[in-house]
Structure formats: C-alpha cells, structure tokens
C-alpha cells in the first residue's frame, strides 16, 4: 500500500510562503488548498489591494506539460466568460508560470468559504440559506455555459 503523502501531487517548485514574492503579490497567508491546487492571500505592492493566489499542484513527468496547456486553455474561457459576466465569477487576473510554478492570479473574496458555511450551520440548513446558495451556483455556471464552457 502506497502512502498518500507520496502520490498526491506536488507544487513542480518549493511551495510558496509567507513573504514569498511572485512579481508584484507578496503571500500573506495560505487561506486554503485541496487535491489539486493551494490557495494564498497575497498583496499586490502595485496597486495596494489583496488577490488570491493559486498554486497549482502538479503530477511530474510528462503530465506537467499536458497540465500546463490544459490549464492556460481554460484560463482563457474563464478570462472571456468573466468579462462578460463579471458580477457572477470570480475575476481572473493573470497567469504566472515560474519559479513557483504555474500560479493563477485572481481577485481575492473576503468571506467563509462553501465548505466553512456548510460546516457551521446545522443539518438541514434553512431552506431561504440553501436556496441561495444554490441559486448563485446556478447562475455562475449560467454565465459560463454561454460562453460555451462545459463545467
């Protein structure tokens, strides 16, 4: 039996940390991570506002490359989808592929995540809460599907 440790992908570079500069965002804090990606709270030195910063983990090996381009591809469909529905996503602000890796830069939302929400609230959740939450989830992937994205 393998350790799980051992098989779940890495950052193709030394994860980031705080103080880490990457062009102009200096990380504050990890504010999250999953199977594929780490999430930082960064500052952008430029333009004084906070973006989020995200470290995609990668396979290694020829994976990487196929990762990449996978990766840049759809970050353009978002950028597109986006700037024709920008109050419904999240604003992709760049892509960096460097020291650290393959970085997606995006706006930074100030608040609890779905998983935290979730969490704090007892089972079943207040149908009014659930509606919401729902809604909002339909119509960003809304936005997205009429930009011919499939998510």
């Given at each position: 039996?393998?350790?799980?440790?051992?098989?779940?992908?890495?950052?193709?570079?030394?994860?980031?940390?705080?103080?880490?500069?990457?062009?102009?965002?200096?990380?504050?804090?990890?504010?999250?991570?999953?199977?594929?990606?780490?999430?930082?709270?960064a500052?952008?030195d430029?333009?004084?506002?906070?973006?989020?910063?995200?470290?995609v983990?990668?396979?290694?090996?020829?994976?990487?490359?196929?990762?990449?381009?996978?990766?840049r591809?759809?970050?353009?469909h978002?950028?597109t989808?986006t700037?024709?529905?920008?109050?419904?996503?999240?604003?992709?602000?760049?892509v960096?592929d460097?020291?650290?890796?393959?970085?997606?830069?995006?706006?930074?939302?100030?608040?609890?995540?779905?998983?935290?929400i979730?969490a704090?609230?007892?089972?079943p959740?207040?149908p009014?809460?659930?509606?919401?939450?729902i809604?909002?989830a339909?119509?960003?992937?809304?936005?997205i599907?009429?930009?011919?994205?499939?998510?």
């Amino acid at each position: 039996m393998s350790d799980p440790d051992t098989t779940r992908p890495q950052p193709a570079s030394p994860p980031l940390k705080r103080g880490d500069k990457v062009e102009q965002y200096t990380i504050r804090k990890q504010v999250g991570s999953g199977g594929s990606s780490v999430v930082f709270k960064a500052k952008d030195d430029l333009l004084g506002h906070y973006v989020a910063v995200k470290q995609v983990l990668m396979p290694g090996g020829e994976g990487d490359k196929k990762l990449r381009k996978k990766i840049r591809t759809e970050a353009k469909h978002h950028k597109t989808a986006t700037k024709a529905d920008p109050k419904r996503l999240v604003q992709l602000l760049d892509v960096v592929d460097g020291p650290h890796g393959l970085l997606l830069i995006s706006e930074f939302i100030d608040g609890p995540s779905l998983e935290q929400i979730l969490a704090q609230n007892p089972l079943p959740m207040d149908p009014k809460q659930a509606m919401g939450i729902i809604a909002a989830a339909a119509m960003a992937l809304e936005a997205i599907h009429r930009q011919g994205v499939v998510h």
